[in-house]
């Protein structure tokens, strides 16, 4: 009896092992591969290859010179990773929006204090409404992009 409870004790650490390893190979991974984590970690550097702007000005000029099926694809391919970007941003700004009114509703503290959060609660709606103009004009963008593709070179 004592011996069954080893062995089954030895293969639950085993597989908790297993998992917990596999977990972190996949934290590594994805988190090199991620975009969105390359987006938050080389913002400083290379902030107009995901910056909505940027992406919208070389659609301007994609569309006035002479340009190949990959351009249309690579273009596309960076609207949706910075339309994933700006979904997830709108997300963790909801959240913390949604904190700070809950903070607020309880009225605690002093009263400079919540005068503050109810300045950062406004301050993150309007950064809200900013994001939700973004993402429309990014879903149009590869909505357009893929029609001019597909008008140009097919399916």
């Not at 650490?13 to 984590?37: G, L, Q, T, V």
């Not at 107009?48 to 940027?54: D, L, M, P």
């Not at 002479?66 to 690579?74: A, G, L, M, P, V």
């Not at 997830?88 to 607020?104: C, M, T």
């Amino acid at each position: 009896m004592a011996r069954e409870a080893d062995v089954k004790s030895l293969r639950v650490k085993e597989s908790c092992s297993r998992r917990s390893s596999a977990h972190s190979a996949f934290r590594r991974i994805s988190s090199r591969h991620d975009p969105i984590n390359k987006r938050d970690k080389s913002d400083r550097r290379t902030k107009s290859t995901y910056s909505t702007r940027e992406i919208l000005g070389k659609a301007q000029r994609l569309g006035s010179k002479s340009s190949s099926k990959e351009d249309y694809t690579r273009l596309i391919e960076s609207a949706k990773l910075t339309l994933v970007a700006v979904t997830v941003s709108s997300y963790k700004l909801e959240h913390k929006r949604k904190s700070i009114e809950g903070s607020l509703r309880l009225k605690r503290g002093p009263k400079d204090l919540l005068d503050e959060m109810s300045h950062r609660c406004d301050s993150f709606g309007r950064k809200l409404d900013e994001l939700d103009s973004e993402y429309e004009d990014l879903r149009r963008l590869i909505w357009r992009l893929a029609k001019e593709k597909e008008r140009m070179y097919g399916p």
